[in-house]
């Protein structure tokens, strides 16, 4: 098994375990992090041993979010969407066990999952434009779980969030003690793992929206080419 430099891939049958694994940085998310991500979510799809995925964080935090030292050339390459899309669209089950600061890019990483189960210590929020940056990949999964309004405020105030109020607005499915996060999900990913396989996948499938429509493509689109002209002028 190929040997990942910024996750941690763990095959515990029939559960999956992905965890991003740098601790040192609150597991900000760079390019390589993302590219590692995709190439391992895409060996798990492959696996039929392997009927649930956990999404989790290595050390303090779930992640703080994108990691602002990724070189700015990355950037475009960062927000395509190829690996939210590959995360939101897969046929198997995704659980996001979520802990410490979970933040921009983080939160929307766990949104794509089917579920997100909180530890008591999590604090979510988005934070793409306190940093003059676009929360990409929530804007059509936010809405849908929370509601357009909240999810208007979330996303233009920036304000951050305990994990019960989260679990208030319909954010998360539950909140637990921080030790018992990861056998929480475990639990939840072993009693999906339980029904047949194809039962599941369709039913995913049955309930997917898209995650972007060429309205969402094309204000993004317009939206970095702004910003990375701000950000080239300073």
Known sequence: MKAYRTILYQKQA???ILTMNRPEKLNAMNL??????????SQMEADDEIRVVILTGAGRAFSSGHDNDDPLENMEEFTSLKQEELLFTLDKPTIAAIHGYTLGDAMQQALLCDMIIASENAVLGFIGPKVGALCYGAFTVLPAIVGRHIANELLFTCDQISAQEAYRIGMVNKVVPHEQL????????LKIAQWPA?????SKRAMRIGLANETHREALKEGWAAIMAAMAAK
Do not use: C, F, Q, W
């Open 14 to 16: 029939p559960v999956g």
């Open 198 to 202: 194809a039962s599941i996948k369709y």
């Open 182 to 189: 990861m056998p929480a999900a475990r639990e939840t990913a």
């Open 32 to 41: 390589e992090m993302k590219n590692e991500l995709y190439e391992a979510l």
